[in-house]
């Protein structure tokens, strides 16, 4: 059998389908080289954002007329829907997509040998585990043997916070932590299958506390330093992390492990305090803010990025240009920002004073437009500077590669395909607000 795994979302998916595909590898499959060449396909869904989730619907009218091209040359599809937009609409999904033979949950993927097995005995019946189980998915999942000189590691999942426009504690379930041994082993087999960097994740990733050897619960900064200690390993990052979580001893890695990059994404959502109270997070913007400081002054090269929702319930022209402040004062080098959207579910979505559309779009141009100022200003200042590149990618030109400076910015330079997967010095020559170029500085 082959199979084709479409991805949406967030980096947690990423990785989950990764791990996915190894399953569908301990079974024999083989990777499709296209979506129509496979007989087993599987979308990787997001519920974050309506427009997300709609998508996975959209996509999945597509792959049924793909299906239905390929029975006519007397080809059958198994079609499978797992992740996050399972675990919101249930069996909602086989009413709007009722060709789909499976659903499953994002914290059951170890059981998909299972399923995928029930489903060939009998056609035509749609399996679906939303489970939360007792046990945890990692201790079932075939060994993580990705290659690839970046590479993804979960380390933490679910979410405690319950911010009150988000999905994540009903999708992804209560905060799990993996044990230390559990994530230092998956680590170092990364790195021998050539993994320069890792970025470990979680969805709030800095609450990490898994148990060591002795069952002694330990927090991110350990981990951190246990995994430094790996030799062969270069870079180390994590994401994504909750302000609130952010403690000193966290902050003194930054000062202390030359492995871990210079940028860390630490999603604020809006600089008003108002608006981060009905939000339900746990910190206000001078919180946040001390929070930075103590970063900077730990590492003075650090760099942030964020999180921002603008047009938030209750959102008045005031709170947003607090957030417009807080920019601002942060400087971030890159953010992601988003119009508020309604989560069936969430508390927030049946708050009173929900923005119109147009002043959410408003708003989010004004944001954007000033991110990207920032963006642009820390780009061009890195003209002149030599800095070390991974390079992970090919580019369009013949000898052209594509990596990713300490800070994430995309660079393209003419060094040679010899160079795939190392970290070489590069002087940057240019830059736009998307990325970077520069010469190999021998
Ligand atoms: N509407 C808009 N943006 C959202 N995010 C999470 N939930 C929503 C929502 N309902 C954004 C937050 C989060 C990022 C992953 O997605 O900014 O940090
Ligand atoms: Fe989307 Fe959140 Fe699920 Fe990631 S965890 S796929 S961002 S809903």
Redesign the pocket.
């Given at each position: 059998m082959k199979y084709y795994i479409k991805t949406f979302g967030?980096q947690m998916n990423v990785y989950d389908s990764g791990r996915i595909a190894g399953i569908l590898q301990s079974l024999g499959c083989k990777e499709a080289s296209g979506i129509r060449d496979a007989d087993l396909v599987i979308f990787n869904t997001c519920h974050?954002?309506e427009k997300a989730a709609e998508k996975v619907f959209s996509d999945l009218g597509r792959l049924n007329i793909i299906r239905e091209e390929r029975a006519a040359e007397g080809k059958e599809t198994i079609i499978g829907v797992v992740g996050c937009v399972v675990q919101a609409e249930d069996e909602q999904i086989w009413k709007r997509a009722p060709f789909v033979d499976f659903a499953v949950g994002p914290l059951v993927y170890h059981r998909l040998p299972e399923i995928i097995a029930k489903v060939k005995r009998k056609r035509g019946n749609f399996i679906i585990d939303t489970d939360f189980p007792v046990e945890t998915k990692f201790d079932f999942l075939p060994e993580n043997n990705s290659s690839g000189a970046c590479s993804f590691l979960a380390v933490q999942e679910g979410c405690d916070n319950f911010c009150t426009?988000?999905?994540v504690p009903y999708t992804r379930g209560a905060e799990y932590s993996r044990p230390v041994e559990d994530v230092l082993k998956e680590a170092r087999r990364l790195v021998e299958n050539g993994s320069l960097e890792l970025n470990l994740l979680g969805q709030n990733v800095n609450s990490y506390h898994g148990e060591d050897k002795n069952g002694k619960e330990r927090n991110l900064a350990f981990l951190l330093r246990r995994l430094a200690e790996i030799d062969g390993l270069r870079r180390i990052r994590y994401t994504?992390s909750y302000p609130a979580d952010m403690d000193d001893e966290l902050i003194e890695c930054h000062h202390d492990l030359d492995k871990l990059m210079p940028y860390l994404h630490l999603?604020v959502?809006s600089g008003s305090d108002k608006i981060l109270k009905s939000m339900n997070r746990r910190h206000t913007s001078g919180d946040y803010l001390r929070i930075v400081e103590k970063l900077y002054k730990a590492n003075p090269k650090l760099k942030m990025s964020s999180?921002?929702?603008v047009g938030f319930p209750g959102e008045t022209d005031a709170d947003f240009q607090a957030t417009l402040e807080l920019v601002n004062q942060v400087k971030y080098i890159q953010a992601?920002s988003?119009?508020?959207?309604?989560?069936p579910g969430?508390p927030a979505a049946v708050m009173n004073g929900q923005i119109e559309e147009k002043i959410k779009k408003e708003r989010l141009e004004i944001l954007q437009k000033l991110l990207f100022d920032w963006q642009n200003k820390f780009n061009q200042s890195c003209i002149g500077q030599i800095m070390p590149v991974l390079f992970e990618h090919k580019g369009r030109h013949a000898g052209q590669l594509i990596g990713r400076t300490p800070y994430m910015q995309n660079l393209h330079a003419e060094v040679g395909t010899e160079n795939l997967n190392h970290i070489i010095n590069i002087k940057i020559t240019a830059a736009t607000v998307n990325s970077l170029s520069g010469t190999p500085e021998i």
């Open positions: 967030c974050i954002r426009y988000c999905v994504t999603p959502q999180d921002f929702i992601f988003f119009k508020y959207s309604r989560r969430t």
